[in-house]
């Protein structure tokens, strides 16, 4: 199902004009996330934010949190929220609460029951369009590093992760072990994975191409 654009909510312009122009990662995962795992992942943030990565993730309890401790600059993260306030959150000039139509949209297509979900459901998986796409929709990711239980598209984060692949956007979970010790050489300093160096290459010549305007 293609995106299309739709009209930014005001309270996003300011974020959405410098998180458009940079490279954006996903860190999302499980509220169960083990906190070994949740320690990598805010040392893979603070490294990924040294690198010159824009952290997007949803502000929830377990690997959100821990994704968003690691970064410490308030221009590397935007925060998406599936309303305002949630999990305790002020309205912090990285935090966005608001979506466009298209969001909607796309999150009921990707959920596999979707008619079943709570209105508060509804929210938290139209969010997690945003973590994946963008403010509006055409801006994905350049990939998703994340944690679930069973190493599968489960859970909430599952959305996120139907999405990420259906647009192409790799997806590193760290419940596989190969993907761990990658990211783990990662965060004390050592080579990027390879497939992470590959996507990187690919973003920045689309960003180019963009900004040529061809």
Not at 30 to 50: F, I, W
Not at 51 to 69: H, K, M, Q, V
Not at 143 to 158: E, I, N, Y
Request: with cysteine.
């Amino acid at each position: 199902m293609p995106a299309s654009s739709n009209t930014i909510p005001d309270v996003c312009a300011v974020s959405w004009g410098w998180h458009r122009s940079q490279l954006s990662y996903a860190g999302v995962g499980s509220r169960e996330t083990p906190s070994d795992v949740m320690e990598l992942m805010c040392h893979c943030a603070g490294r990924l934010e040294r690198c010159g990565y824009i952290l997007r993730s949803g502000g929830a309890d377990g690997a959100d949190t821990a994704f968003e401790s690691g970064v410490r600059e308030c221009c590397a993260k935007l925060i998406l929220l599936p309303w305002r306030g949630f999990n305790g959150r002020r309205d912090e000039s990285y935090c966005i609460w608001q979506y466009g139509p298209d969001h909607a949209k796309l999150a009921r297509y990707f959920h596999p029951n979707w008619w079943a979900c709570s209105s508060g459901a509804k929210m938290l998986h139209t969010r997690n369009v945003a973590q994946v796409l963008g403010l509006d929709c055409t801006v994905p990711a350049v990939f998703v590093l994340c944690w679930t239980k069973d190493g599968r598209d489960s859970g909430g984060t599952g959305q996120a992760l139907r999405i990420a692949r259906s647009y192409g956007v790799v997806v590193y979970n760290l419940h596989d072990p190969r993907v761990r010790e990658a990211f783990e050489e990662f965060a004390t300093g050592g080579r990027r994975p390879y497939a992470l160096e590959e996507e990187e290459r690919t973003e920045r010549f689309r960003l180019e191409f963009l900004a040529e305007g061809r």
